[in-house]
């Protein structure tokens, strides 16, 4: 949307991220299951966009009792094969590659040209180590510029002057190594990077902290805010639900710069299309 695409539908089977998105993007938002939804029954569009469950695909993940992307990406599959967009746009984490049938339907269809970005780092614009795989399909030949090197937002300034954290407590028994892992510490005044945010912070903050001398152990966490922050939201997008699930919406969002770059180049994919 920031660089002027319109969005006309939005298909999320969460309901707190729906919630979410109607309070700061808008009402075409449908909860639902996209498994469920017939194609032909949707409005006409111009291009399409998945970003489903990265959990089978990551290699860290535990795959056990979740649903992972095996069925989402054959849905993703039925909707470009049905609809036949001008364009599409799959994202997801690199461990995706190491998946031939996956990256076969999502970059084998006939009729499109298909151009493979990875990876993606969301350090060239914001101060978190971010790797994504950006897989774009258009009708016609064009050449899809990578992003462009930015000047980086530091660590030091996604920090809040007074942070609303709580503090579990995990971080004294990991910091005293009591855990197999030590806590990755990230010092602002250095100008060191974030580690990815992860959906299950909520869960695990003593994993990801960052200095701050005004509290205890001189670390704390990062807070829902600084979380958005990191992934490029401005402070006026709101979450209108509990900081959990906040943290969890945020760890499993696309960075707003990768966004960005894909709207810009399908926009000069488009005016190109009308140029020929």
């Known amino acids: 949307m920031n660089a002027g695409i319109q969005i006309n539908q939005a298909f999320e089977i969460d309901k707190d991220c729906c919630e979410t998105y109607r309070h700061n993007v808008g009402d075409h938002i449908r909860q ?6 017939l194609v032909l029954e949707q409005d006409d569009c111009s291009g399409m966009v998945f970003t489903y469950p990265c959990t089978k695909y990551s290699t860290i993940a535990d795959i056990h009792k979740t649903r992972t992307g095996d069925e989402l990406f054959l849905h993703a599959l039925r909707h470009l094969a049905i609809a ?8 997801n984490v690199p461990g995706m590659r190491a998946f031939p049938i996956v990256m076969e339907a999502m970059t084998k269809l006939p009729d499109y040209y298909v151009q493979v970005f990875c990876p993606i780092k969301s350090e060239q614009w914001l101060p978190q180590r ?20 930015a000047k980086r937002v530091p660590l030091s300034a996604i920090i809040e002057e007074n942070p609303r954290v709580t503090l ?3 971080i004294k028994a990991r910091m005293s190594g009591e855990y197999r892992d030590l806590p ?9 990077l974030a580690p990815t945010a992860v959906a299950h912070y909520a869960k695990d903050k003593s994993t ?3 200095k701050d001398k005004r509290f205890p152990m001189a670390v704390r966490p990062y807070s829902v805010r600084e979380y958005a922050r990191l992934q490029g939201l401005p402070d006026s997008f709101h979450f209108p639900v509990s ?7 945020i760890g499993n969002g696309v960075s707003v710069p990768v ?5 810009r180049e399908m926009i000069r994919y488009d005016k190109s299309k009308k140029a020929s």
């Open 32 to 37: 639902c299951d996209i498994a469920e939804q």
């Open 84 to 91: 036949k967009p001008e364009f599409y746009c799959v994202e």
């Open 130 to 149: 971010r790797n994504r795989l950006i897989v774009i399909g258009t009708k016609r030949h064009f050449n899809i510029r990578p992003p462009e090197n």
């Open 168 to 170: 579990p407590k995990a």
């Open 184 to 192: 990755i510490i990230s010092d602002p005044t250095k100008g060191d």
């Open 208 to 210: 990801r902290l960052i």
């Open 243 to 249: 900081d959990t699930s906040a943290y969890r919406q």
């Open 259 to 263: 966004g960005e770059w894909f709207g």
